[in-house]
Every structure is written in structure tokens, then in C-alpha cells.
């Protein structure tokens, strides 16, 4: 806890008295401990002109292992310090793969909370290009949704056209009744021409729901009731890109 205290305190410093040398450490300081607290190691004291590069490289990792862990909370905190340290530390593409899990962890939570009764949720953790992160299997008649986690491989919010046909071919040729995106950062045309590669020719219907930011979840039940609306219903019908 004193690790995030100082760490916080720090940050502070900096709105108040940018550029100061002793915020810079106070951030260090603070980012040190809180590594250690994680880590169960002792980092030991190293030069201060390349403390911050060490910190940052730890940081990082430590982020990323909270994050693949499931603790959000924590590699949350990790990163705040590391922007702290590095105001251009979003540009990392390390740090863009350490937000994508954070997403996708932010989606199983709450795959699992629009569960209802004794419905099922399967977790599919080595899924690959075009295969769902999960598997709502609802009720009535055990209906099977997929649901995938969108989020670009980049800043960007694009996919190449390449990437777009093979996750088509690979979801067309799933075992999903039914597909549902949580949108985070994909733009409205990478997305339609997903949909509407999967939903082409009779294929399955797909639905979406679009959250403001990727770290403000909205419930998901909404939206697996109107797929399931469409899943039901005579066939043919469901072919519109479906309204967010």
C-alpha cells in the first residue's frame, strides 16, 4: 500500500509542479515499492540516470503478467505509474497489448454476468483469429453465442483486409449459433464489413454491443436478448447490420 500512496502522491506533484526533480523521484520511489509489493522481489538500488529505464522495462512486465493473471485493478495501477514515469507511454505497443487484455478481461467479466439461470458460459483462452473469447450457451434451447472482444491490433482502430476474410472464413465456419461483438476500438466500417461477411448468404446472425470507452463496461444482457430475438426468428430476417 505505501508503494500506491507515494505513487499517487507523486502524480500529483507533477500536475502542481511540473518538471521538479524530486516529483520525478517521488514517482520512482513510489513505482519501486509497488513493484516490489507485486513481485515478492527486492529490486536493488541502481544508478538513478538508468533507474528510470529499469522501472519502466519492470513496470511493463509487471503490468502485463497482472494483466494476463485477470487483475485488473492492479495492472491498472502499474500503468498509471509508468505514464507517470512516461508521458508517451501509450505509443508502446506493449502497452497497447497490455490494454487489448485489460479489454478482453473487462469482456469475460461481463460475458459472465449477463448469464441467466442455469445458463453456461464457456471460456475459450487460446482462441485465435476468428474465434470467439467465449461462449454464452442460452436458453431457451441452449443457443450457442459467441462473443468476441473487438479491438484493433493497433492504435489505429483498423484491420487489414487480410485479417478481416480470415476471421470471416473462421467464423463462418464455427459452431456458433450466433455472434456477438463487444466493441472497444474498432472503427464503424472495419466492423460492418466484419458483420456483414458472417451474416452474408444466410449465415449466422451477429449483434453488437458498443461500450463508450474500453474501460466502461455496460451490461451485455441487452444485447443477448435481441440476438437471441434474431436467432429465433424465421430465417432470412436477419441480415441488417444490427443498430448498437
Request: proline share 5%; aromatic share 4%; glycine share 12%.
Amino acid at each position: 500500500m505505501a508503494g500506491v500512496l507515494l505513487a499517487g502522491a507523486g502524480v500529483a506533484a507533477v500536475f502542481r509542479a511540473e518538471g521538479q526533480a524530486g516529483s520525478v523521484a517521488l514517482i520512482l520511489t513510489g513505482g519501486l515499492f509497488l513493484l516490489m509489493a507485486l513481485s515478492g522481489r527486492t529490486v536493488e538500488s541502481i544508478r538513478f540516470g538508468d533507474w528510470e529505464l529499469k522501472m519502466g522495462e519492470e513496470l511493463l512486465r509487471q503490468a502485463s503478467e497482472q494483466a494476463r493473471s485477470g487483475h485488473n485493478d492492479q495492472a491498472e495501477t502499474i500503468l498509471s505509474v509508468l505514464r507517470a514515469l512516461n508521458p508517451m507511454a501509450d505509443r508502446d505497443p506493449e502497452v497497447y497489448a497490455i490494454e487489448a487484455t485489460l479489454f478482453e478481461n473487462r469482456v469475460l467479466e461481463a460475458v459472465e454476468s449477463a448469464r441467466a439461470g442455469d445458463e453456461q458460459v464457456e471460456l475459450r483462452p487460446a482462441a485465435g483469429l476468428g474465434e470467439p473469447l467465449a461462449v454464452l450457451v442460452a436458453q431457451p434451447g441452449r443457443t450457442r453465442i459467441g462473443v468476441f472482444a473487438g479491438y484493433a491490433l493497433d492504435g489505429s482502430g483498423h484491420i487489414d483486409t487480410a485479417a478481416v476474410n480470415g476471421f470471416i472464413q473462421r467464423a463462418r465456419g464455427g459452431s456458433c449459433d450466433a455472434y456477438l461483438f463487444v466493441n472497444g476500438t474498432l472503427h464503424q466500417e472495419d466492423l460492418e464489413r466484419l458483420i456483414t461477411g458472417i451474416q452474408r448468404d444466410g449465415g449466422r446472425p451477429v449483434g453488437v454491443a458498443t461500450w463508450a470507452t474500453p474501460a466502461q463496461p455496460t451490461p451485455l444482457r441487452p444485447a443477448v436478448d435481441r440476438l437471441l430475438e434474431r436467432v429465433r426468428a424465421p430465417q432470412g430476417t436477419h441480415g441488417t447490420i444490427p443498430s448498437q
